[in-house]
C-alpha cells in the first residue's frame, strides 16, 4: 500500500531535520555566510560530477544579491531572468549584469508560425487575480474548477478531513482559514452544505508560471542546467518547510536547486547585500561594463546604476533595534501581483504604484479585465474591496 504524507515524513525523519535546520537559522551572520559559501560550491562541484550545467534565476535583491556573491566566491554562474516583470530599476540592473533576458511563455502560434506569449493581462483576463497567497490562491482556483479526480482535495480545503494519502486527518493545514473559507468557499456549498461566499472575480496562482516558472524551466531544459536560487526559509510560505526538511541544496528525481541562503533572515541578506555592493562600487561596476561592451549586451556609453541596489527598495538603514531595512519596496514582483498584499501597512505596493506611475496604476485598479456578463471593465479595485484592503487617499 502507498505511503500516506503522515508516513513519509516520519520516514524521512522530517521533524529532526527541520529543527537542525531552525537551530542553524538562529546563528549569526558569519556563520551563515561560511555555510551558504559551502553549501553553494558543494553544489557546483555535485553539478560538474553530474554533467550538468547551472545558472541563477534572477528577480529582485535577493537572487541579484545572490549572482554577484557566487561571483565573489568564483562560481560563475550565468543569470536569467524575465526582466520585463520587474521594475524599471530592476531592469536596469539586469542589463548591467548581462543577464539572460528570457520572454513569458508561449500562449500560442498561428497559422504563419508565430509564436504569441503570454501578456500579464490575458493571464488575470483567463484564469484569475493572484491574491492572498500562492498557496492560498491554488486552493481557490481548486474549489472554484472542482473535477472527480480533485473532489478530496476540495474537502480537505473546506474541511481540514483529508483522505488515505493524508493520514485521514480531521484538522489538517489543507483547511483554508476560516477568514478566506468565508470569503471563497461558496464554490463548495452545494457539495459541502456550507453557506460561504463567492467573489465576483476569478483568483489564481498561475501568473508565475506561464510569466516566469515556465520560461525558466524550459531554458534550464534546453541548457541542461540547474538552477540556483535566492530563497529563504524565514520568508515563510509553502517553500518554508520543504526548505527545512531537504536543506540548502536538494538534489531530487525530477528537482534539483540550490538555495544557499536557505538559512538566512532578512537582516542577513541586507548585510550581504551591502558587501556586494561595495565591491560593485570599487571595481564590479567597470568589469561589467567592459564585459558587456565586449559581448556586444550593453552600447558605449550605456549609465551604468551607481548601486546594485535597485532605486525601487530606496536605500538599506538600520531600524530602532539595529536591524537592516530597505526605505521603500520590501519585496518586489509584477506590477499586478497581489500576493501578500492584504498584510502591507499603507503605503502598500499599489500605494507606491500610484506614485511612480499613475496611469499604470489606473489601468491595473480598474481596466485590465472585462467582465464576461456585463462587458464592464474591471481590475484589482473589486479584489481589493473584496478582501477589505484600501487603496484610495487616505483621507
Same mark, same amino acid.
Given at each position: ?80 531572468? *524575465?526582466?520585463? +516583470?520587474?521594475? !524599471? ?5 539586469? /542589463? $548591467?549584469?548581462? #543577464? ?125 542546467? *540547474?538552477?540556483? +536560487?535566492?530563497? !529563504? ?5 509553502? /517553500? $518554508?518547510?520543504? #526548505? ?88 518586489t514582483g509584477c506590477s499586478m501581483c497581489g ?19 499613475p496611469k499604470e496604476w489606473e489601468y491595473w ?31
Open positions: 500500500m502507498k505511503e500516506n504524507c503522515l508516513e513519509r515524513m516520519e520516514r524521512i525523519d522530517s521533524k529532526r531535520k527541520i529543527a537542525d535546520f531552525m537551530i542553524k537559522e538562529k546563528q549569526d551572520y558569519e556563520f551563515k555566510k561560511k555555510y551558504a559559501r559551502i553549501r553553494a560550491i558543494e553544489f557546483a562541484n555535485e553539478c560538474d560530477a553530474r554533467g550538468l550545467n547551472y545558472h541563477v534565476s534572477v528577480g529582485g535583491l535577493d537572487s541579484i544579491t545572490l549572482f554577484l556573491f557566487l561571483k565573489s566566491i568564483g562560481i560563475d554562474a550565468p543569470g536569467i531572468t *524575465v526582466s520585463s +516583470l520587474e521594475d !524599471m530599476s530592476i531592469q536596469k540592473v539586469h /542589463r $548591467a549584469l548581462g #543577464l539572460c533576458r528570457l520572454k513569458s511563455a508561449v500562449r500560442n502560434v498561428d497559422e504563419n508560425g508565430t509564436e504569441h506569449r503570454w501578456s500579464k493581462p490575458q493571464i488575470i483576463q483567463e484564469f484569475g487575480f493572484p491574491v492572498l497567497s500562492k498557496e492560498i490562491a491554488t486552493k481557490i482556483e481548486t474549489l472554484a474548477n472542482p473535477t472527480e479526480k480533485n473532489k478530496t482535495v476540495r474537502h480537505a480545503i473546506v474541511t481540514g478531513e483529508t483522505g488515505a494519502y493524508g493520514g485521514y486527518q480531521k484538522n489538517s493545514r489543507m483547511k483554508m482559514s476560516q477568514k478566506w473559507l468565508n470569503k471563497f468557499g461558496g464554490y463548495a456549498n452545494e457539495e459541502e452544505g456550507t453557506d460561504y461566499d463567492t467573489p465576483n472575480f476569478k483568483v489564481s496562482s498561475k501568473c508565475c508560471y506561464y510569466l516566469k516558472e515556465k520560461p525558466c524551466d524550459d531554458w534550464a531544459k534546453e541548457h541542461h542546467s *540547474v538552477p540556483y +536560487l535566492g530563497l !529563504m526559509a524565514s520568508e515563510g510560505g509553502r /517553500r $518554508a518547510k520543504s #526548505l527545512r526538511i531537504n536543506g540548502c541544496n536538494y538534489f531530487g528525481k525530477s528537482t534539483i536547486r540550490s538555495a544557499p541562503f536557505a538559512i538566512f533572515d532578512r537582516d542577513s541578506l541586507l548585510r550581504l547585500t551591502l558587501e556586494m555592493d561595495e565591491k560593485w562600487k570599487n571595481g564590479w561596476k567597470e568589469e561589467f561594463y567592459r564585459k558587456g561592451i565586449r559581448e556586444g549586451y550593453l552600447k558605449p556609453g550605456f549609465d551604468m546604476p551607481e548601486s546594485i541596489i535597485p532605486e525601487i527598495y530606496g536605500s538599506i538603514e538600520k531600524d530602532e533595534n539595529g536591524k537592516l531595512y530597505t526605505t521603500k519596496a520590501q519585496r500576493f501578500g498584499i492584504h498584510l502591507e501597512k499603507r503605503p502598500h505596493r499599489f500605494d507606491q504604484l500610484k506614485e511612480r506611475s485598479m480598474y481596466k485590465c479585465c472585462t467582465d464576461g456578463e456585463t462587458g464592464e471593465k474591471y481590475g484589482w479595485a473589486r479584489v481589493l474591496d473584496y478582501i477589505g484592503v484600501e487603496y484610495e487617499e487616505e483621507n
